[in-house]
């Protein structure tokens, strides 16, 4: 190369850096606007009262046996604003299951929540387009995929974690209430990646020379950021169905419980999106697999060589299909399913971190 584009190079992986770390200043400025939703939301009563009337509204229509009654909500004149007095939580219950509403959401039906909540959106909405153009940038200064080190990989990680995030948004999907655990997440994500796993930019070893790395690194990047969507759903859903159990058994869950608990979805709904995120991606995880082989076939000759990394990716696999095979067999539904998805999500993180640093093998390219 000569030395102009050298210098050019090295001007793009500083832009890169800058864009990087100017994108963890607005996901910190996003989190929190998020904590603010969940603060001011807190204050909320109107949004507890209506989920508790459709509670028993759709509860009396259904004839239910057992069900709690409509709760006597008490207003009071407070100037000009009506004040709904908080209700007791209702809880429906069908053929030996909870059946609970959806909660209002982070924001708690108020409006200065909301407001938090949009701007909370919005900020990681730029933070989104800034950390896009790091990852190109790098790109750029490389002159290849990004995806060579563990740094790299990362970087596009939470860029494809918040993307799909966003992607759920613009869907009018009811996941704003996983706002603040992304963006938590992607900014420790972020914070390892420029600590301890920044590696300066820097050509492919041999082996990596292949249009197989767009394919087949770019599809284990997109599994996993979507993998990590499915595996928070499914802890939300373990506090949520311990928290609906505690009201089922007639105990009183502690105020912060409660009013970070009953802003959620149900634990029903929690666990149909957690199910249904990682079976959606579930093929693709397949296809990732079966694109390594046929590029380990093309670099080194054989398909599969028991390398720690392929195994564990098996193990992955195994785990995860393990779990869609329970979660669609009645008896392996809640608790259970979820207890298993969160096992195959861990073998995913083991298989990028541990498999990377820690062992041996033809996938060395964590670069640290």
Same mark, same amino acid.
């Given at each position: 190369? #000569?030395?102009?584009?050298?210098?050019?190079?090295?001007?793009?992986?500083?832009?890169?850096?800058?864009?990087?770390?100017?994108? +963890?200043?607005?996901? +910190?400025?996003? !989190?929190?606007?998020?904590?603010?939703?969940?603060?001011?939301?807190?204050?909320?009563?109107?949004?507890?009262?209506?989920?508790?009337?459709?509670?028993?509204?759709?509860?009396?229509?259904?004839?239910?046996?057992?069900?709690?009654?409509?709760?006597? &909500?008490?207003?009071?004149?407070?100037?000009?604003?009506?004040?709904?007095?908080?209700?007791?939580?209702? #809880?429906?219950?069908?053929?030996?299951?909870?059946?609970?509403?959806?909660?209002?959401?982070?924001?708690?039906?108020?409006?200065?929540?909301?407001?938090?909540?949009?701007?909370?959106?919005?900020?990681?909405?730029? /933070?989104?387009?800034?950390?896009?153009?790091?990852? &190109?940038?790098?790109? +750029?200064?490389?002159?290849?995929?990004?995806?060579?080190?563990?740094?790299?990989?990362?970087?596009?990680?939470?860029?494809?974690?918040?993307?799909?995030?966003?992607?759920?948004?613009?869907?009018?999907?009811?996941?704003?209430?996983?706002?603040? *655990?992304? &963006?938590?997440?992607?900014?420790?994500?972020?914070?390892?990646?420029?600590?301890?796993?920044?590696?300066?930019?820097?050509?492919?070893?041999?082996?990596? %020379?292949?249009?197989?790395?767009? *394919? %087949?690194?770019?599809?284990? *990047?997109?599994?996993?950021?979507?993998?990590?969507?499915?595996?928070?759903?499914?802890?939300?859903?373990?506090?949520?169905?311990?928290?609906?159990?505690?009201?089922?058994?007639?105990?009183?869950?502690?105020?912060?419980?409660?009013?970070?608990?009953?802003?959620?979805?149900?634990?029903?709904?929690?666990?149909? !999106?957690?199910?249904?995120?990682?079976?959606?991606? !579930?093929?693709?995880? #397949?296809?990732?697999?079966?694109?390594?082989? *046929?590029?380990?076939?093309?670099?080194?000759?054989?398909?599969?060589?028991?390398?720690?990394?392929?195994?564990?990716?098996?193990?992955?696999?195994?785990?995860?299909? @393990?779990?869609? %095979?329970?979660? /669609?067999?009645?008896?392996?539904?809640?608790?259970?399913?979820?207890?298993?998805?969160?096992?195959? !999500?861990? @073998?995913?993180?083991?298989?990028?971190?541990?498999?990377?640093?820690?062992?041996?093998?033809? %996938?060395?390219?964590?670069?640290?």
């Amino acid at each position: 190369m #000569t030395p102009l584009a050298v210098a050019t190079d090295e001007h793009l992986a500083q832009i890169s850096n800058y864009l990087v770390y100017s994108s +963890m200043a607005v996901y +910190m400025l996003a !989190f929190f606007a998020h904590i603010a939703e969940w603060i001011f939301g807190s204050r909320s009563k109107v949004g507890r009262t209506a989920a508790a009337l459709t509670a028993s509204k759709a509860a009396g229509a259904a004839g239910t046996a057992g069900t709690a009654g409509a709760p006597a &909500v008490q207003v009071r004149g407070k100037g000009g604003t009506a004040v709904l007095d908080r209700p007791k939580v209702v #809880t429906r219950s069908a053929a030996g299951s909870r059946d609970v509403p959806d909660g209002p959401g982070a924001a708690g039906g108020t409006e200065q929540g909301d407001l938090y909540g949009r701007i909370a959106i919005s900020l990681t909405a730029l /933070a989104f387009i800034i950390e896009a153009a790091g990852v &190109v940038a790098r790109a +750029m200064s490389v002159q290849r995929a990004p995806w060579g080190n563990m740094y790299e990989f990362s970087l596009t990680f939470s860029t494809v974690a918040v993307g799909a995030y966003l992607a759920l948004l613009a869907l009018k999907k009811n996941v704003r209430w996983l706002g603040l *655990i992304l &963006v938590t997440t992607v900014l420790l994500d972020l914070g390892i990646a420029v600590t301890w796993l920044y590696t300066d930019s820097d050509q492919l070893v041999p082996a990596l %020379h292949s249009y197989w790395l767009w *394919i %087949h690194v770019s599809t284990a *990047i997109f599994c996993g950021a979507v993998f990590y969507i499915g595996a928070a759903g499914a802890v939300l859903y373990l506090f949520r169905d311990s928290y609906e159990a505690r009201l089922a058994e007639g105990r009183t869950p502690g105020r912060f419980a409660a009013s970070v608990m009953e802003r959620l979805p149900s634990a029903a709904s929690l666990d149909k !999106f957690s199910y249904r995120i990682n079976a959606a991606v !579930f093929p693709l995880w #397949t296809f990732t697999i079966v694109a390594g082989a *046929i590029w380990a076939g093309d670099a080194w000759g054989r398909y599969w060589g028991w390398d720690p990394k392929e195994v564990w990716s098996f193990v992955t696999w195994v785990a995860y299909a @393990c779990y869609l %095979h329970a979660r /669609a067999t009645a008896g392996w539904k809640g608790r259970k399913a979820a207890y298993l998805a969160l096992f195959a !999500f861990a @073998c995913w993180i083991w298989n990028y971190y541990g498999v990377n640093i820690l062992l041996n093998g033809k %996938h060395s390219y964590a670069g640290i």
